[in-house]
């Protein structure tokens, strides 16, 4: 194990390695000077393994993506050497191809699946086209290849007719993901190269293609990169993994070796920052400082600007690859200075042996010290969850919805004018109160109907029945009567503010930040005078982080970056003084190192502006997170219906409904102890079923694993769940007595 | 999310439009001041008629009466209008109608020639600006549709009429047809008409600068698009890519602009037929404004603005036909 550190492509020391990548640097010339976006990259990936690659945005890791299959955008150079060994015949030389060997060789040998599946499919034409084209553009039988193809869509659990004769606009995100995959490999490619591909889905929908991706792969027999921003996600599937940091392998190793003995310390930080649902929240820290920029990277090691360890030699040594399996530090002809010349740079070459683990850092024998993982709470650790005492709940809701419905009607189709049109039930019949400083996370699936349950509670969505209300006032009749003189909807409108999903769009882009923040504060701060207004924006920029506060005030919203966006949009909404704030996915759109930071700078808002929030997510880690926190609740909501309703305590360690207990399958976790968490998936559908068309009886029960005839045909109403406070759940199963456990089980039959 | 059948609502809307726009007319004749009823019983009276004959005139020249209620000549008014009567014309002593249909040809034949020529010209000048996006010819072409899509087209027009009429006499400075030959199916006639059509298709031109910026926006958008990479990735041919791909997707969104640009042509064509002295709808409503021919006026009126209603309504009805995705949607959204 301490051999092999050669760099000769003729010296097949691996295995069977399947691509060798050597040396891969990919630089654009900029105005403000060369960048490279992939610095001097060499893996060797071994046939039939599945490599994960993780890194944040920004890191170069689509790039290696590009790279494997020389499609680099111009004006891109890609330099270095990249060999493909197909299984019989002459390894090819993937960068000397010509134009038309390099177009026979993508897809045939080397496919590659986008993150962007939504609009990966050309809008205006079938699926099936999409198939079709492909094959005959390479020359394959397109009957054969078609079978071939309906053959995949159903390994993926998709009806093979529906989807080839649909538009790509009608299928749901990870149906077009999946199709993606099965496009990927119409022409049966050795490699699959995977960018990103579960990154816009839900989490359950993400963990459903994380588990096909494991058996399509035995299937097809194909070997995977797998790149990613999430480490626990790529941990359940991986055999190796590498991880990017400032457009370079920093660490990479076998899965069980980074995530028990992770040695660079950026990897032990991101395991850190990352939400999940086994550390103790105190445990979870963003990363400080920001990545480098690709024309002015560090010198020396990249990451020493942040590294809790660094010191001189960090500055001027960029560290190489040093063996963690075995303690003998390998330093093999390094040159000092090496950040000048890329030739003479030292260089991570992996060991071939897969068993192999190198850490990119001087210091990696005292990172874990350094850096411990679950540091003082080991003890009480995972189970003992204890979230925040939370509000009172006695007092009078602030917003209290009572059995609120949102149907929507759709279109029929062309010329169609007077068929019945169909209803989606985006909500039905949900009540739930939110009182004084509370906070209610709702999680759920895309479609489930949480985001218009949410701009429902803020006014935003008026409901078909049911009332919504503000202080005991119904809103939509205030708004009707034009107020009763004690309350105005205008009060409520101010009163109930959104903080959106992308924050970009809620802020105007032609107003500079200090303007678009004294809008607010000249409405319902009248009394302030200019003086008074600018000094209660600079102090609230300074404090969420952003100073000097003047230097940001002159700033148009392009000008900031995506989290600098979403504070600025924060404050804003919070300048309104309102008592609840609907944030509709706030954090999904960052990077995940930075997303533990956004959440407490929102808690910590909530404290000082005194609110309450309805926070909507998919993702069961950052509800945990912020509801355990604040002592919130976590709110379940599935197709229309709130299923399970609960302090984060229960939702996530005793939850009742199947259908929780499936978001908590989903959710992924990094696992230092070893040992394989996944499981078999609890579901046995993996899309949501028609919004159009509900299941009858309980609206789980075509996915339920537990689901009974009694299912089928009664509708279950929410009911005390468990001995906690709080805790509610629509499931036969919470009452002992329920004609459900003597009513036969409808599983068996099933897939 | 769309809600309860658009194309019900859309189709109630447009007959909403048609209805207001009678009804409007009807008001004018009738009841504002100084009204096309008004003047014309002035005016025949001042000719020397009794009035009871005067009122039998314009009973029968407006289509309406002047003694009845006036809801119920309201009523007989949208049904005569409805079945197609609109009145005679003062000027003329003929149907309104029959007016209308003669001029219409023309001004059709103008139009159509315009819009086809203008979106051919902006959709190839656009494709061609987006592939070298940046390049001197994107440049170039950029200023001309900039500058193209400045000019009034009546002052392009009035350039056209002194240069390549007046100063250098290639084209007819005005007429329809030409004169001296028997219009017919014949060599000499039809390129007679398309002599006289040229000035007239060329000042309408100016469209196409808007087409080839809207066309060059659409063609770069979609050169961009995730699902062009993915395509080359998939080695589709260059072919494949151009027409399926890029051609497709760029021209849709055009549908629309196409469309409404043909109701803004209609509303041009007063000025252009007027300039040109081409007879067709444009200049006949025209001369019937300086005329005070109310009955042709409001026909005019009437009639083009049913033109452009229907125009929209098709383009709204048909584009979910000719772009899937203004259909359904799926339900991620909610
Ligand atoms: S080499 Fe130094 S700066 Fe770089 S990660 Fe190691 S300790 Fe930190
Ligand atoms: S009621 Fe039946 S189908 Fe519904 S969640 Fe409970 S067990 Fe499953």
């Known amino acids: 194990m301490t051999t092999s550190q050669s760099t000769s492509l003729d010296d097949p020391t691996a295995a069977d390695p399947v691509v060798e990548i050597r040396n891969a640097t990919v630089r654009f010339g900029m105005e403000r000077g060369e960048s490279r976006v992939l610095d001097d990259v060499s893996l060797d990936l071994e046939r039939n393994e599945i490599f994960g690659v993780v890194g944040e945005s920004g890191s170069g890791k689509s790039m290696l993506a590009s790279a494997m299959l020389d499609a680099v955008v111009e004006p891109g150079i890609l330099d270095g050497s990249i060999t493909y060994r197909p299984e019989a015949g002459d390894p090819i030389d993937v960068l000397g191809l010509t134009t038309n060997e390099l177009r026979t060789f993508r897809w045939e040998e080397i496919a590659m699946v986008f993150q962007g599946a939504m ?578 009886g309980c609206r789980y029960h075509t996915r339920c694993p537990e689901a009974r005839e009694v299912c089928t045909r009664e509708h279950p109403e929410p009911n005390e769940a468990s001995a906690a406070a709080y805790h509610e759940a629509a499931c036969f199963r919470t009452d002992d007595h329920h004609e459900y456990w003597n009513s036969p089980s409808i599983t068996d039959g099933g897939d | 999310m769309v809600t309860i059948g658009w194309r019900l609502r859309r189709l109630a809307q447009a007959l909403f439009t048609v209805w207001a726009v009678i009804t409007l007319s009807f008001a004018m004749i009738r009841l504002m001041p100084g009204n096309a009823m008004g003047a014309m019983m002035v005016r025949f009276e001042q000719q020397g008629m009794s009035p009871a004959r005067a009122r039998e005139l314009v009973e029968l020249r407006l289509s309406l009466d002047p003694d009845k209620p006036i809801h119920t000549a309201y009523v007989e008014y949208v049904l005569n209008t409805l079945q197609g009567d609109l009145g005679t014309s003062v000027f003329h002593n003929e149907p309104v109608v029959d007016l209308l249909a003669a001029a219409l040809p023309w001004t059709l034949f103008v139009l159509s020639w315009s819009i086809f020529i203008s979106f051919f010209i902006g959709i190839a000048a656009g494709a061609l600006m987006a592939y070298w996006e940046g390049g001197k010819l994107d440049v170039g072409l950029t200023s001309w549709a900039v500058l193209m899509g400045s000019i009034p087209f009546y002052v392009l027009a009035i350039l056209l009429l002194i240069f390549a009429s007046y100063r250098w006499g290639i084209f007819p400075s005005g007429g329809r047809q030409p004169t001296g030959v028997e219009a017919g199916f014949n060599i000499t006639y039809i390129r007679g008409i398309l002599y006289h059509a040229t000035l007239p298709v060329l000042s309408m031109l100016v469209a196409s600068g808007v087409a080839s910026l809207g066309m060059r926006g659409n063609s770069i958008r979609v050169l961009g698009s995730d699902y062009l990479r993915v395509a080359r990735l998939r080695g589709l041919s260059d072919y494949t890519i151009s027409t399926q791909y890029v051609a497709r997707n760029a021209v849709l969104p055009m549908y629309t602009t196409l469309l409404i640009s043909i109701g803004e042509m209609f509303g041009g064509s007063i000025v252009l037929e007027y300039v040109f002295n081409y007879r067709g709808l444009g200049l006949l409503l025209y001369e019937a404004f300086n005329q005070r021919d109310y009955p042709l006026m409001m026909g005019g009126f009437v009639l083009i603005t049913i033109a452009v209603v229907i125009a929209l309504l098709i383009a709204d009805m048909t584009y979910s036909w000719v772009d899937p995705r203004a259909g359904g949607q799926n339900s991620d959204s909610y």
């Open chain 1, 119 to 696: 609009s990966s499919f050309n809008p205006v034409r079938k699926i099936d086209t999409h198939f079709v084209e492909t094959l005959s553009a390479h020359d394959y039988d397109v009957d054969e290849g078609m079978e071939r193809a309906r053959g995949l869509i159903s390994d993926l659990y998709m009806d093979p007719e529906r989807v080839l004769d649909s538009y790509p606009h009608e299928l749901s995100g990870g149906m077009k993901q999946r199709t993606l995959i099965a496009l990927s490999l119409i022409l049966e490619p050795d490699v699959l190269v995977m960018d990103e591909p579960t990154a816009a889905l839900d989490l359950l929908m993400q963990r459903s293609i994380v588990s096909l991706i494991e058996e399509i792969k035995e299937e097809y027999d194909l070997t995977i990169l797998f790149i990613t921003h999430d480490l626990p996600l790529v941990a359940d599937l991986a055999d190796r993994i590498a991880v990017m940091y400032a457009f370079e392998f920093v660490e990479l190793g076998p899965t069980e070796e980074i995530l028990q003995h992770a040695s660079h310390p950026y990897t032990r930080l991101l395991l850190k920052s990352t939400p999940n649902l086994a550390s103790p929240i105190e445990a979870m820290r963003p990363i400080e400082g920001s990545a480098p920029d690709p024309v002015n990277v560090p010198s020396g090691c990249s990451f020493h600007l942040r590294c809790p360890l660094a010191d001189e030699q960090c500055v001027e040594v960029d560290p190489e690859a040093y063996s963690v399996s075995d303690s003998s530090v390998s330093v093999t002809g390094s040159d000092s200075d090496s950040d000048l010349s890329p030739d003479s740079d030292a260089t991570s070459i992996p060991n071939s042996d897969a068993g192999d683990h190198v850490a990119n850092c001087h210091y990696w024998e005292d990172a874990p010290e350094t850096i411990p993982m679950t540091e003082e709470w080991d003890v009480e650790g995972i189970d003992a969850i204890d979230s925040a005492p939370g509000p009172s709940r006695t007092a009078d809701p602030l917003v209290s919805m009572e059995d609120v419905e949102v149907h929507f009607e759709t279109e029929g189709s062309f010329l169609d004018f007077f068929s019945e049109p169909d209803t989606v039930q985006a909500v039905d019949g949900i009540s739930l109160d939110i009182y004084e400083n509370d906070v209610v996370v709702l999680v759920g699936e895309s479609g489930c109907g949480k985001t218009t349950f949410g701009k429902t509670a803020v006014g935003l969505q008026e409901p078909t029945d049911g009332a919504v209300k503000y202080r005991g006032q119904d809103i939509w009749d205030l708004k009707r009567s034009g107020g009763d003189g004690t309350m105005s909807f205008d009060t409520v409108r101010r009163a109930l503010q959104i903080v959106h999903q992308d924050p970009g769009s809620a802020l105007n882009a032609h107003r500079r930040v200090g303007t678009s923040l004294e809008v607010p504060l000249k409405r319902w701060n009248p009394e302030l005078d200019g003086n008074d207004r600018k000094s209660r924006i600079v102090s609230l920029l300074e404090h969420v982080g952003m100073s000097p506060a003047e230097d940001y005030i002159d700033r148009y919203p392009h000008q900031l970056s995506g989290g600098e966006q979403q504070r600025v949009a924060l404050i804003r909404a919070m300048l309104m003084n309102p008592d609840l704030i609907l944030a509709d996915e706030p954090v999904s759109a960052l990077d995940v190192s930075l997303r533990v930071e956004m959440m407490d700078l929102m808690i910590e808002l909530q404290e000082q502006f005194d609110t309450s929030y309805l926070f909507v997510s998919h993702d069961l880690s950052n509800a945990r997170y912020i509801a355990e926190k604040t002592g919130g609740r976590i709110g379940v909501v599935y197709l229309g219906e709130l299923v399970e309703i609960g302090r984060p305590e229960e939702i996530i360690h005793d939850p009742q409904h199947p259908y929780t207990q499936a978001l908590r399958w989903a959710t992924p976790e990094p696992d230092f102890e070893g040992g394989g968490m996944g499981g078999e998936s609890p579901i046995r559908e993996i899309d949501v079923p028609d919004p159009t068309d509900p299941p009858s």
